[in-house]
């Protein structure tokens, strides 16, 4: 059964910077597209980032690009968000999240598997 595990959020003042962390397991993922959406508080779930594992091609929502960077190690089986010049307006529950095709996956509803989410709190 795939798991995926996110770790890394924080308290942070806005201008900092993070990386968030998603252990996956219970499968090859190598056919699979890893993203990361966020969901703040009265809102919906919104796409950040996503990565095909095996080409590592990436999209990026406008609002995050140029501060935000995805990345997976394939030996670890793990995806990384890298967060940098954080904004109050990126204070959100944070998602890892897999989908088995290496197309596509700017929408919630084209992911198969969730983690739980980890916070992240900029602070102004």
């Known amino acids: 059964q795939v798991q995926l595990v996110e770790s890394g959020g924080r308290l942070v003042q806005a201008g900092g910077s993070l990386r968030l962390s998603c252990a996956a397991s219970g499968r090859t993922f190598s056919s699979y597209a890893m993203g990361w959406f966020r969901q703040a508080p009265g809102k919906e779930r919104d796409f950040v980032a996503r990565i095909s594992w095996s080409a590592g091609t990436t999209y990026y929502a406008n609002s995050v690009k140029g501060r935000f960077t995805i990345s997976r190690d394939s030996a670890k089986n793990t995806v990384f968000l890298q967060m940098n010049s954080l904004k109050p307006e990126d204070t959100a529950v944070y998602y890892c999240?897999?989908?088995?095709?290496?197309?596509?996956?700017?929408?919630?509803?084209?992911?198969?598997?969730w983690g739980q989410g980890t916070q992240v709190t900029v602070s102004s």
């Open positions: 999240a897999a989908r088995s095709s290496v197309r596509g996956g700017r929408e919630t509803y084209e992911y198969d598997y």
